[in-house]
């Protein structure tokens, strides 16, 4: 008895584990066909095409910005660099 122990390999244990899936997009569903029911709706509607309206809205804005900065950070290199080139001129003319 005391051999047939010591070389007996344990059972691996068993799990009845029942697998679960989540559909995002089913319960997104069911949760719209809900509000459809209820009569939620409309004011989801209205909301949404007030969000997307101010967001462009800023987005643009923030665009014509941003172009602005940059063309004026280019001028300001460019003459930067005009008025440069009068001294790079000047020292290579000196030796």
Do not use: C
Not at 76 to 93: A, K, R, T, W
Request: aromatic residues 14%; hydrophobic residues 35%.
């Amino acid at each position: 008895m005391l051999k047939s122990r010591l070389f007996k390999l344990p059972e691996h244990k068993r799990f009845s584990f029942p697998a679960r899936y989540y559909n995002e997009d089913k319960e997104r569903l069911e949760q719209r066909i809900k509000d459809i029911k209820e009569g939620n709706y409309k004011s989801n509607i209205k909301d949404s095409f007030k969000r997307n309206n101010t967001h462009k809205t800023w987005n643009k804005n923030w665009n014509t910005i941003r172009l602005l900065i940059i063309f004026g950070i280019l001028i300001f290199g460019m003459v930067f660099l005009y008025n440069q080139i009068d001294l790079v001129v000047d020292s290579l003319n000196k030796e």
